[in-house]
């Protein structure tokens, strides 16, 4: 399983990074980006989304949000 991550510099650059399951890097992006799409982009190019994970997430039958409590407000996630 690969652990994908989307970062911004200080500078407000971003980059990518790929690490194994026990933290190892992996891959890491060649160059940064002004936003964090284009990094995606170019991360996707590298097999993000394709990686397990990915695939996980977007599986038939993985049911995301099912449960909702009277009076409660769906949680908002952040996915790149």
């Known amino acids: ?3 994908w991550q ?5 500078n407000g650059a971003w ?3 790929c690490s194994d399951v026990i933290s ?3 891959k890491t992006s060649a160059a940064t980006f ?3 799409t ?3 982009t170019d991360a996707a190019a590298s097999g993000y989304r394709n990686s397990a ?8 039958g993985h ?9 409660s407000r769906p949680r908002m996630e952040r996915y790149a």
């Open 1 to 3: 399983m690969e652990r």
């Open 6 to 10: 989307f970062i911004e510099s200080p």
């Open 15 to 17: 980059y990518w990074l």
């Open 24 to 26: 190892h890097r992996t």
């Open 34 to 36: 002004a936003t964090r």
């Open 38 to 40: 284009e990094c995606v």
């Open 53 to 60: 994970f990915g695939a996980a997430r977007t599986a038939p």
């Open 63 to 71: 049911a995301q949000g099912k449960r909702r409590y009277k009076g």
